[in-house]
């Protein structure tokens, strides 16, 4: 069957939704990094005659279309500085035979800038965007670059994604994901990763919920966690998965449901309390449904945290036992 995309591409047996093209009235943007051109105007744009680089793919990309930026899968797509990812219903997939939650054919990175804007990766504060089937790392040095993934927008679906910051492994503050924004979602992913030991009697979370991050006034509001996979190699005990500064971080819902808290067995420590604030909560419940945890001490032990499951005891549910 041909299916013919916006941008004259004819697409032989290629899945159209689950871990391929999704199905859109708007156009599908290739890129790739490895032998693409981002002198190819955006009429001949094809599978063919991509893009080189993610930044000219959204260069081109219109809001509120739902246009999709389609990366090449045997490739990493480099950056040159923090993509900002300000419009409306822009969609980005990593074109991967399979829904991975790591280890995605698709990398985008962000090497050595030295460039104190370059606070991470993408930056998202557009509406009703999505990320799917890609690995995003940062590597930056520059004494800003603290995160891999900031979102500051509403309605963020991220699916399939790895999330990785290979720095600051000694720096209290620095995570791979900063939560600030409206109603966002994250489904099967993988955030840190259990290589590098985080060091010292630090709090350097795999999530940082910490308010205006990403903007003043940005705060993560309903924001949820389903079926992702947690990753760190701790140092401390104080060492956390996910943690708040203030106690007025989230509002409404945190949601972490049916989610994994792998301490590695290289870890030097146990961390006291996998998801925990600096106070309780005065705007927003934490619901942790049915969790599991191997190489902590305990899910949670936090003021206004909720642990549900078949055997819910507070803080301690959830917690592997040895065999």
Request: glycine share 10%.
């Amino acid at each position: 069957m041909s299916t013919n995309f916006p941008n004259g591409v004819s697409s032989y047996g290629v899945p159209l939704n689950g871990n391929g093209i999704p199905a859109t009235s708007g156009s599908v943007l290739f890129v790739n990094y490895t032998d693409g051109n981002d002198g190819v105007s955006i009429k001949s744009n094809s599978i063919r005659r991509a893009f080189k680089t993610v930044a000219k793919a959204y260069d081109m990309a219109t809001t509120n279309k739902n246009d999709v930026i389609a990366l090449v899968g045997n490739a990493t797509h480099v950056l040159t500085e923090m993509l900002t990812v300000a419009k409306n219903r822009v969609h980005f997939v990593g074109l991967d035979c399979a829904s991975r939650k790591y280890g995605q054919g698709a990398k985008i990175s962000l090497g050595i800038t030295g460039v104190a804007t370059n606070l991470g990766t993408i930056k998202n504060t557009g509406i009703r965007n999505s990320f799917q089937n890609i690995k995003i790392e940062n590597s930056d040095t520059v004494a800003q670059g603290l995160y891999t993934f900031l979102d500051a927008g509403e309605y963020l679906y991220m699916r399939g994604c790895e999330l990785y910051k290979e720095t600051f492994l000694t720096t209290t503050g620095a995570a791979e994901l900063v939560a600030n924004g409206d109603s966002a979602q994250f489904d099967g992913c993988t955030i840190g990763n259990d290589a590098s030991i985080i060091t010292g009697a630090i709090i350097r979370p795999n999530v940082t919920m910490t308010k205006e991050l990403a903007g003043t006034g940005k705060k993560a509001i309903d924001n949820s966690f389903t079926n992702c996979l947690f990753l760190r190699a701790s140092g401390h005990v104080n060492n956390r998965f996910i943690y708040g500064a203030n106690a007025d971080d989230t509002v409404r819902m945190l949601l972490i449901d049916n989610c994994i808290f792998f301490s590695g067995k290289n870890s030097t420590a146990l961390p006291a309390q996998c998801v925990g604030f600096a106070a309780e909560q005065t705007g927003a419940w934490t619901l942790i449904r049915n969790c599991s945890s191997i190489g902590n001490t305990k899910i949670s032990t936090t003021a206004g945290v909720y642990i549900d499951g078949p055997t819910a005891v507070y803080a301690t549910s959830g917690i592997a036992l040895a065999a």
